[in-house]
Every structure is written in structure tokens, then in C-alpha cells.
């Protein structure tokens, strides 16, 4: 006999179970394309803005959030796609601690109190392990991967001039997996001032195409003017915008940017050198 909930009851709550279960069913983070994150993520973006009652300029909220896609990889890998627009919903809301305004750190920060969430973790446990994390890959099995991305992105790279690939991913394949990242402290000194440049043009563009809105890009502009201004030395300046740029989410995009240079310059090394990367990849087995 049914006392503490009626039959419909319990159905309507089972179709929201059912409904919370079947989130666990969409990919995890880690396995999607960048382009298939951005996908899930700027839509959710754009209408917390809204939710907020903010003008919801897609141009300036894409330029404000580039990269976020990395950000959720590195930060919270294990997220399913499904669950994004849920966290962020609820982050907005205030439902996973004091709303402190949208931006990308306030976005992973969302999506990680998500994450770790009690409620989350029940509904986790009616799935198996085996269904909930998929076997992580042995380092031998991820180095295989990596190699098979790197050749691709620098085929890519030789064919049409562009990476194809996160270039931060590419980055720390190269650096951390396969040791090839080799430049001087100077050489890297100097595609960090090229990476501060590169950001600060990006931002001025994002202000010209938004002129009439508000934007936190004008203090970044600023600032970044003042260290370009002060410093004329290009090895200073990257050094003092390394060692004291307040802002973490330009501080992000600074260093993201220049991983990115980084891959650029050591593929474009490789071709000149005529060097096939496949043969260096090989000698580091």
C-alpha cells in the first residue's frame, strides 16, 4: 500500500529520474571535440546571460569566453556534456554557492561544485562503475594517441596552415609526453611577448565590433597598453606580465596563446629543417 507517495507521484518522479540518469549517458568531456564542447557550452552561456537580463551580444559572449573549451578539459574532464548546461543553470541561480558574475572562471567553477555535488553522486551510484568512468588508459596507450594527433595536426598544418587540434593539447604533447619542445628561455620570452600582442589584438578587435557595450576587455586593453608602454624590452615585458598580471582569465589566455605560437613555430621548424615529425616522434620510444 502506497502511504508516503500516490502511484502518480512516484511515476513523475521516477520520469525525473530516468531523466537525470539518462545525462550519464552523453560523453564525458574529455572525449569530445572542441567544436562539439562549444557547441553545449556557448548556448547554456548565452541564456544564463539572458537569465540575468543582461543584452545577450553572442559575438562579445564567444570572444569573452574563447578557449573555455580547454578550460572544462583541463578543470573538469569527467563532466558529462549533458550535465554543462544543468551546472551552469544552477551556478546562475546561486543553487551551487554566492553567484559572483559569468565569466570563465566563475563557468568551471559551476561545473566542478556540479561535479562534486552530493545529489550528483547518488544519482552516479545507480549506474555501474564500469558505466560511470570508462578505463583510464595506461601512459603507453595515451602517448599512442598523442602521436597519432601530432602527425595529423602537423600534416594538417603542412596542407592548409592551420593546427586543426587545440594547440594547448598539441602543446603539452609535445613538451610533456615527447620532450621535442626545446627553445632557449629568450626564444620563449619572446613568443610570450608575441602571445601578449596576439591577445591584446584580439581583444582591441572584440571592443571595435562592440563598441556601444560594456566590456571587461577595456580594463584588460588597458592594462596590457600600460605593460607594452612601460616595458619597451620585449623579454621584460612578458616577464613582468608573467610574474604580476592580476586578471586570471587573461593570464589563461596569455599562456594558452602561447602554447599555441610555440606548436606554430616548432612545426614550422620542422618543415624548414625538412624533418618529418613521425621520425622524431619515433626516436622518443
Known amino acids: 500500500m502506497e502511504t508516503s507517495i500516490s502511484k502518480i507521484d512516484k511515476y513523475v518522479a521516477l520520469q525525473k529520474l530516468e531523466m537525470c540518469i539518462e545525462v550519464f549517458d552523453t560523453p564525458m568531456a574529455r572525449e569530445c571535440e572542441n567544436k562539439a564542447l562549444d557547441a553545449v557550452l556557448f548556448p547554456a552561456i548565452l541564456k544564463a546571460n539572458a537569465d540575468l537580463g543582461y543584452n545577450a551580444n553572442e559575438d562579445k559572449l564567444t570572444h569573452l569566453f574563447a578557449n573555455i573549451s580547454e578550460e572544462v578539459k583541463n578543470s573538469v574532464p569527467n563532466i558529462r556534456l549533458g550535465e554543462i548546461p544543468i551546472a551552469i543553470h544552477k551556478g546562475v541561480l546561486g543553487d551551487l554557492g554566492e553567484f559572483q558574475g559569468l565569466s570563465v572562471v566563475t563557468v568551471i567553477k559551476f561545473l566542478k561544485a556540479h561535479y562534486t555535488s552530493g545529489k550528483r553522486a547518488e544519482i552516479a ?12 588508459p595506461t601512459k603507453e596507450e595515451q602517448k599512442e594517441l598523442a602521436k597519432g594527433h ?3 595536426a602537423f600534416e ?11 594547440g594547448v593539447y598539441l602543446y603539452r604533447w609535445l613538451n610533456e609526453d615527447f620532450k621535442l619542445i626545446t627553445f632557449t ?15 591584446l589584438g584580439q581583444k582591441e578587435t572584440g571592443l571595435i565590433k562592440n563598441f556601444m557595450t560594456v566590456s571587461p576587455n577595456r580594463k584588460e586593453i588597458k592594462l596590457l597598453k600600460q605593460y607594452l608602454e612601460k616595458f619597451k624590452d620585449e623579454k621584460e615585458c612578458a ?11 587573461l593570464f589563461i589566455s596569455i599562456r594558452n596563446e602561447a602554447e599555441r ?11 624548414e629543417m625538412e624533418v618529418e615529425l613521425k621520425d622524431l616522434l619515433n626516436d622518443t620510444d
Do not use: H
Request: hydrophobic share 40%.
Open 261 to 271: 605560437i610555440s606548436v606554430v613555430k616548432f612545426f614550422r621548424d620542422c618543415i
Open 239 to 249: 616577464k613582468q606580465v608573467a610574474m604580476n598580471i592580476p586578471n586570471e582569465e
Open 185 to 199: 628561455n629568450d626564444v620563449k620570452w619572446k613568443i610570450y611577448y608575441q602571445a601578449i600582442v596576439s591577445i
Open 156 to 166: 594538417r598544418f603542412k596542407t592548409k596552415g592551420d593546427l586543426g587540434y587545440s
Open 150 to 152: 601530432l602527425i595529423e
Open 125 to 136: 551510484k545507480l549506474r555501474s562503475v564500469e558505466e560511470e568512468e570508462k578505463p583510464i
